[in-house]
């Protein structure tokens, strides 16, 4: 008995709906997975945070969240600005798994995202990101940019100011950095402030100066008006404030003129610090030391080998033994 086209019609389509159901229902219950075997991640509440997590060290985890929380009462004082009630926070273990995390939209020497409007972060771990700065270090720089986010309403920041402001907040002070610029400023490469607005289509090398630079404008910054003015640039932004205008409100300085003078100020600074860099001080040493080392053997050996010449000239000028001996009785 053949069925009816119409009616079989209906079946595969109540068929394919229950299907498509299950699927949807599956895909909400289980728990959070990377796709294509790059592994099991789990959801760990420990409020606000709600930490992403595929490890299988649970002690890890508490080490890091213990050490993330000592950090983050200065960081919430200096930018004066709450955590959000709930934060998402992603630990990749291997670079397959940020990739996949961040859709291979973070540049290659980022050590961290963030994702103000989601409120979440994606952070790579030790295991695969070696750049001198710690993971909680590094969750705490990210998660300043939320608070910034915050802070001026998602109105934005020039991104030198919100990446040295983010880099100060959280104590990051990379390795390397015054070694950088001093190079830099002797080649007369140093970029300016504008141009780190392009930073994440920069390379690696250009990045770690973009960044070195920003650390060291909002140093200077800081040093100059204190932490707040940071805060007063937030408030003002946050009401609609074009920055250029509020940095002049808060600090009585033309935007563009305090730019160019911290440049000309960088770039004769920073030439000086190339001879009293300790980094630099540190390599001419054992340079020298290799030297004098080898100066030292060097002198040794001319020293015995003279000493061999001398004793072969003693023997050669020594008076010649008896070669008859008495005849025998």
Known sequence: ???????????????????????????????VSAQQGIGQYRVISLAPFEYYYAGRDEAYLGRYDQALRKLLPEMQMKLGQPLPQKLRIDLPL????????TKNKAPEWA???AYPDQRRIVVKAPTFFEQGVSAEV?????????????????????????????????????????TRLSRAALADRL???????????????????AYAESRAAA?????????????????????????????????GIEYENWQAEW???????????????????????IVLLAI?????????????????LDEEEEENEAPPEDENPANPA
């Open 191 to 209: 970029m300016g402030l504008p141009r780190v607005d392009d930073v994440l289509s920069f390379s690696t090398a250009d990045a770690e100066l």
């Open 94 to 101: 291997s670079k397959s798994e940020f990739i996949w995390l």
């Open 292 to 308: 004098a080392a080898t100066l030292v053997v060097w002198f040794r050996k001319r020293r015995q080998f003279k000493k061999w």
């Open 263 to 285: 440049l000309e100020r960088a770039q004769a600074k920073y030439k000086r610090y190339l001879f009293l860099n300790v980094d630099d001080l540190i390599w001419i040493a």
């Open 138 to 178: 590094l969750t705490i720089h990210e998660l300043s940019h939320i608070l910034m986010y915050d802070a001026t309403k998602g109105l934005g920041l020039p991104r030198w100011f919100e990446e040295g402001i983010a880099q100060l907040a959280s104590g990051e002070d990379r390795s390397g950095s015054i």
């Open 1 to 31: 008995m053949r069925s009816h086209p119409d009616k079989a019609g209906q079946l595969c389509g109540h068929l394919l709906a229950v299907v498509l159901f299950m699927a949807m229902l599956g895909s909400i219950c289980s728990p």
């Open 111 to 113: 050590g961290g995202i």
């Open 219 to 251: 140093a200077s910054f800081v040093q100059q008006f204190g932490w707040e003015a940071v805060r007063a640039l937030f408030e003002r932004v946050s009401n609609n404030e074009e920055y250029p205008e509020a940095f002049q409100a808060v600090t």
